[in-house]
């Protein structure tokens, strides 16, 4: 055999492999997220059996303010998140600094979170509470998406329901926000644990979830978001400029979405701070640290290889509200 059949032999072999490699990326590369019909409309204490349509996030805002939160069988942890969410925005420093509403999005649970939501809508009658349900689950990264694309707010948190997070260092992100995007300009502000690293909070937990964060910190440095000390925080604002190019362009519904998000505002250009927060581990947590490690590897490498392919790719878009 000469040279020249070897070479063209393998150039097959080659050829072949990189086509196999690419039919892989796009078997395991998720649909599409598709929003139904009865999606697109939301409960309230107002209206708690007429459904009324939501507003879209290309529209102009509407408030202030619109905290998202992501719920799946959440009946026990969800009443009390709520209730230290909105003692704070009703406080007497801050009641007034700005109109708000919240959007909770019960991504297909099976155990009556709407309903819990609706008898949490109707003790606080005052405030402007939205109850989303998904006809599915689709992961949290799919139901955060959902109600970042119908907010009415001129800046948006992603608030985890659990409530680990404390609500009053949404004024320090709020802060960094006026600093990094001034005049509606588009900016994002991650909640970060990165400083609890050596505290107790962090090394109580267990073993096989520090290992996962040690891990994915690794991980993450290979695929372009290492500048981000802590991007899984579940505790996130983003100006309505920056939801809006950010937001359309998501594609994974699993709970690795947040590095697609830093991803896509770096592709975008857009200024991204980190703030620390106060935060403490609830339990109730419905990660399995095995299964979402094979995830969160499968899923990241996934984002990487279309980003870097361009089948996946965000553009600047004009925003209606400037």
């Known amino acids: 055999m000469d040279s020249t059949s070897i070479l063209y032999g393998l150039g097959i072999i080659i050829a072949g492999g990189i086509v196999l490699l690419y039919a892989g990326l796009i078997f395991w590369s998720p649909p599409p997220i598709v929003t139904l019909k009865s999606e697109k409309f939301y409960l309230s204490n107002a209206s708690p059996t007429k459904p009324r349509q939501l507003t879209r996030l290309d529209e102009p805002s509407t408030v202030d303010l619109t905290i998202v939160v992501p719920a799946y069988n959440e009946t026990e942890r969800l009443p009390e998140m709520m209730a230290t969410t909105l003692k704070h925005l009703c406080s007497a420093g801050i009641k007034g600094k700005r109109t708000f509403e919240i959007l909770i999005v019960d991504d297909g649970s099976s155990d009556g979170t709407s309903a819990t939501a609706l008898k949490i809508a109707k003790k606080y009658p005052d405030c402007d509470i939205k109850v989303v349900t998904l006809e599915h689950n689709v992961g949290k990264g799919g139901a955060v998406r959902h109600g970042m694309l119908h907010s009415g707010g001129g800046r948006l948190l992603m608030a985890d329901a659990d409530g680990a997070s404390r609500i009053e260092d949404l004024e320090n992100l709020w802060k960094s926000m006026d600093l990094i995007a001034p005049k509606n300009a588009p900016g994002v502000v991650v909640g970060s644990r990165a400083h609890l690293v050596k505290s107790e909070a962090v090394v109580k937990r267990s073993f096989l979830r520090n290992v996962l964060m040690y891990g994915l910190h690794t991980i993450l440095r290979l695929v372009g978001v290492g500048h981000i000390r802590d991007t899984q925080c579940g505790f996130k604002l983003f100006s309505r400029s920056a939801a809006q190019q950010i937001f359309p362009a998501q594609h994974l519904p699993t709970w690795i979405f947040d590095v697609e998000l830093l991803l896509l505002a770096k592709q975008l250009r857009i200024p991204v701070a980190e703030v ?26 996934i984002v990487r290889a279309n980003h870097l392919l361009g089948r996946w790719s965000a553009s600047p878009v004009k925003s209606k509200s400037e």
């Open 276 to 301: 620390p927060i106060e935060w403490h581990e609830v339990a109730g947590s419905k990660l399995n640290v095995v299964t979402a490690s094979v995830q969160m590897l499968r899923d990241l490498l």
